[in-house]
């Protein structure tokens, strides 16, 4: 859980944690967000449950989309679903704070691969000019480039049913990840 060698900050993946080190990375800042910061998200999306249905059974992680967007806004920030039907070159990268995908995931125990579908929580954000994937499961952070090799990897992620993508901009940005559409040829010309 330390810098890499060229000062990016790397979580890496602990026990059914990936939507805490997903924050972690996104904010490059180990103490970004915490394991007991998150329960406290679940057990205040349900107070009055005995099964929290935010997080696992066993209160071992596997976060919901409901914990990561409520932990943004605690910090000022929001989580936007972005419809896969529009191509990503619509996205205005320079206002937008990173990126989380949720992606399926296999579930192993040991090198016994269990026939359970699992999801898993990927950050990916722009640091130094150079956009990364921070996947807590790669040993290191991987370069993704610039914007357009960026705009090429969105479009591989959001090619698979499975995947899902959520934009993340600062509260007072959250009107302004997309570009603006083009003006119609058919505008009525006032008279």
Not at 55 to 71: E, P
């Amino acid at each position: 859980m330390n810098p890499c060698n060229n000062g990016i900050y790397h979580e890496k993946q602990v026990r059914e944690l990936c939507a805490l080190h997903a924050l972690n990375n996104l904010f490059q800042e180990k103490k970004a967000f915490t394991k007991a910061e998150l329960d406290d998200i679940c057990q205040s999306l349900s107070p009055d449950v005995w099964i929290n249905p935010h997080r696992s059974v066993l209160g071992l992680g596997n976060y919901d989309v409901n914990v990561i967007m409520t932990a943004l806004q605690r910090r000022g920030y929001e989580a936007i679903w972005f419809d896969k039907r529009k191509d990503p070159s619509c996205l205005r990268l320079d206002s937008i704070a990173g990126f989380i995908l949720n992606v399926p995931s296999d579930y192993r125990l040991g090198f016994v691969l269990l026939p359970l579908k699992r999801r898993h929580w990927v950050a990916v954000r722009q640091i130094s000019g150079t956009y990364y994937n921070l996947d807590s499961k790669l040993d290191s952070p991987l370069v993704i480039g610039q914007d357009r090799e960026l705009l090429d990897y969105l479009r591989e992620q959001l090619d698979s049913k499975e995947k899902e993508l959520f934009i993340i901009v600062s509260a007072e940005k959250s009107e302004k990840w997309l570009k603006q559409e083009e003006s119609s040829a058919e505008e009525i010309i006032p008279r």
